[in-house]
């Protein structure tokens, strides 16, 4: 393995959805297995979770925007987890769309040869709408293994996703990910 991966690197991007409040689930889950994590959110998940324990915890800074020429940047990932994935994200980054620091990471890795796994949070009405099939068609025909569905999760009744936070299925990305790549088990 490359002295890029010694570390094995999991990017966690975040988006705001209501799971979004317990990210931290997944962080110190992923942390004892020995990844290192960045997490990255989308400007709208800021608010969802509370970015100082998030950074204590993986000992980085939760990103949302580009550096600036010079700067720190991320860590290349060994893999990367979208969970919370919202409707807005997983359709956007099917369609090449790269307007935040979060799709623009997305775009850049999709297609490579790092594991990208999904768990989208989306209500069945959302979910039955033919552009988010089609994007989640797309992704998945990229390599892209989005948990949706047997196996991962279903998708909410509308307006009931509160009453699904609890539950929502973070430790299958992190079994989808070792899976993938032998690590973390």
């Excluded at 594991?115 to 390599?143: D, M, Q």
């Amino acid at each position: 393995m490359s002295d890029e991966h010694s570390e094995h690197v999991l990017s966690v991007v975040v988006c705001a959805a209501a799971p979004a409040t317990h990210v931290e689930t997944l962080v110190r889950e992923a942390l004892a297995r020995d990844w290192t994590v960045q997490v990255i959110a989308t400007p709208s998940a800021r608010p969802f979770f509370n970015g100082a324990t998030i950074e204590e915890l993986a000992g980085s800074a939760v990103r949302s925007e580009y550096s600036a020429p010079g700067a720190p940047r991320s860590k290349l990932p060994e893999a990367i987890i979208v969970a919370p994935a919202t409707f807005n994200t997983i359709n956007q980054w099917a369609l090449g769309i790269s307007d935040t620091y979060a799709l623009g990471i997305l775009a850049e890795q999709t297609g490579l040869e790092i594991p990208i796994v999904v768990i989208p949070f989306v209500s069945e009405a959302l979910a039955a709408r033919t552009p988010f099939e089609r994007s989640v068609k797309a992704l998945r025909a990229e390599g892209v293994s989005v948990l949706l569905g047997p196996g991962g999760i279903r998708p909410h009744p509308v307006h009931t996703e509160a009453e699904h936070v609890s539950s929502f299925p973070w430790l299958i990305a992190l079994d989808e990910v070792a899976g993938m790549t032998g690590f973390g088990l």
